[in-house]
């Protein structure tokens, strides 16, 4: 977790998650999240997996036994932001979260199970909810999502719990170069929260923000919903402005220069950028590059042995699954 010096009254709460083979710390240095928490006074929690529940350290999207309400790492997840919020005085109506990659694809499984508990999410480089139940099923989606339309698509959202108030609004990030996570992936969120939150097909504002396509859809009285970033000729990444005034982050494998600062404008988005807006800080990043692979986050907590129908169970047959994602992770670039 990362509490700034300057804390805002009743301040809002960022749930960051890293990507495959990333760490809480590194992911944190490359967004410059807690730089920007510094400077305006908001909260963050960095859940970090653990190689036992996943060795390539990719949250666990996938697996029913961690993607549905109230069980395994959803449920962690909540429960620290609980802990969270009970120990820091955090304003229960500004709770975010957001992901890169498998973080992203963990980001809407969280906004699906808990649309009491978000006020909004950001989805970097991911997938909509409920696109695999089995490790299989996640690299066939990663390629391109399957078929089912857009009432198909929010009816998994709807499903995945019982909620019947406002949703939270989404911000999609993905870039149109991505080797690793189709671009259409991008398409299907939208297309699942267009269903959710009952908006028409064409977007209510159309721009070109430093070459890259924006698209904005708004609710009656003019407040955005869904806003729709796409990064033009962008790999697998987060897109980051590093120079400029407006520089955030550091570029990285999988951090990416694109002259666009995506924790900035999703920070301003969500209404964080003003909380403390007297405060600058002049500090280093919370975990500066030698402490980056080793910060000490909060992690992922399982209080059971991962059961033996797990998708990375141990023992033998733990070791087929394991080479097919490897090998998946090496073609992508992710892994070597």
Same mark, same amino acid.
Request: some cysteine; proline content about 7%; glycine content about 10%.
């Given at each position: 977790?990362?509490?700034?010096?300057?804390?805002?009254?009743?301040?809002?709460?960022?749930?960051?998650?890293h990507?495959?083979?990333?760490?809480?710390g590194?992911?944190?240095r490359?967004?410059?999240?807690?730089?920007?928490?510094?400077?305006?006074?908001?909260?963050?929690?960095?859940?970090?997996?653990?190689?036992?529940?996943?060795?390539?350290?990719?949250?666990?999207?996938?697996?029913?036994?961690?993607?549905?309400?109230?069980?395994?790492?959803?449920?962690?997840?909540r429960?620290?932001?609980?802990?969270?919020?009970?120990?820091?005085?955090?304003?229960?109506?500004?709770?975010?979260?957001?992901g890169?990659?498998?973080?992203?694809?963990?980001?809407?499984?969280?906004?699906?199970?808990?649309?009491?508990?978000?006020?909004?999410?950001?989805?970097?480089?991911?997938?909509?909810?409920?696109?695999?139940s089995?490790?299989?099923?996640?690299?066939?989606?990663?390629?391109?999502?399957?078929?089912?339309?857009?009432k198909?698509?929010?009816?998994?959202?709807?499903g995945?719990?019982?909620h019947?108030?406002?949703?939270?609004?989404i911000?999609?990030?993905h870039?149109?170069?991505?080797?690793?996570?189709?671009?259409?992936?991008?398409?299907?969120i939208?297309?699942?929260?267009?269903?959710?939150?009952?908006?028409?097909?064409?977007?209510?504002?159309?721009?070109?923000?430093?070459?890259?396509?924006?698209?904005?859809?708004?609710?009656?009285?003019?407040? !955005?919903l869904?806003?729709?970033? +796409?990064?033009?000729? =962008?790999?697998?990444?987060? $897109?980051? /402005?590093?120079?400029? %005034?407006? &520089?955030?982050?550091?570029?990285?494998?999988?951090?990416?220069?694109?002259?666009?600062?995506?924790?900035?404008?999703?920070?301003?988005?969500?209404?964080?950028?003003?909380?403390?807006?007297?405060?600058?800080?002049?500090?280093?990043?919370?975990?500066?590059?030698?402490?980056?692979?080793?910060? !000490?986050?909060?992690?992922?907590? +399982?209080?059971?042995? =991962?059961?033996?129908?797990? $998708?990375? /169970?141990?023992?033998? %047959?733990? &070791?087929?699954?394991?080479?097919?994602?490897?090998?998946?992770?090496?073609?992508?670039?992710?892994?070597?």
């Amino acid at each position: 977790m990362h509490i700034p010096g300057h804390v805002s009254k009743r301040p809002a709460l960022v749930v960051v998650l890293h990507g495959c083979t990333q760490t809480a710390g590194g992911y944190d240095r490359g967004s410059g999240w807690s730089t920007l928490a510094d400077e305006h006074g908001f909260l963050l929690l960095f859940p970090e997996q653990q190689r036992a529940n996943n060795p390539n350290l990719c949250f666990n999207w996938f697996s029913p036994s961690d993607n549905e309400r109230d069980r395994g790492e959803a449920l962690s997840i909540r429960q620290m932001i609980a802990a969270m919020v009970e120990t820091h005085g955090i304003d229960p109506s500004r709770i975010f979260v957001t992901g890169l990659s498998a973080g992203g694809a963990m980001t809407s499984v969280l906004l699906a199970s808990y649309p009491d508990l978000f006020a909004g999410g950001a989805i970097i480089a991911g997938l909509p909810h409920g696109s695999a139940s089995n490790v299989q099923q996640a690299l066939q989606a990663m390629r391109g999502p399957g078929p089912d339309n857009a009432k198909a698509l929010g009816d998994r959202v709807r499903g995945a719990s019982s909620h019947q108030g406002a949703w939270p609004t989404i911000s999609i990030w993905h870039g149109s170069a991505d080797p690793t996570v189709n671009v259409a992936n991008a398409d299907a969120i939208l297309a699942q929260w267009l269903s959710v939150h009952d908006l028409g097909h064409a977007p209510d504002r159309t721009e070109n923000i430093a070459g890259h396509r924006y698209r904005v859809w708004s609710d009656a009285t003019g407040r !955005p919903l869904i806003e729709d970033y +796409r990064i033009a000729n =962008m790999g697998h990444g987060t $897109p980051l /402005a590093t120079t400029g %005034a407006q &520089a955030c982050g550091v570029a990285m494998p999988h951090m990416l220069e694109a002259g666009i600062s995506s924790t900035r404008r999703i920070a301003a988005s969500w209404g964080l950028m003003n909380d403390v807006t007297e405060h600058v800080s002049t500090q280093q990043p919370a975990y500066p590059p030698a402490e980056a692979s080793t910060l !000490p986050a909060r992690r992922i907590s +399982r209080l059971e042995p =991962m059961s033996s129908t797990s $998708p990375h /169970a141990n023992v033998s %047959a733990k &070791a087929g699954v394991e080479k097919i994602i490897h090998d998946a992770l090496r073609a992508a670039g992710l892994m070597r």
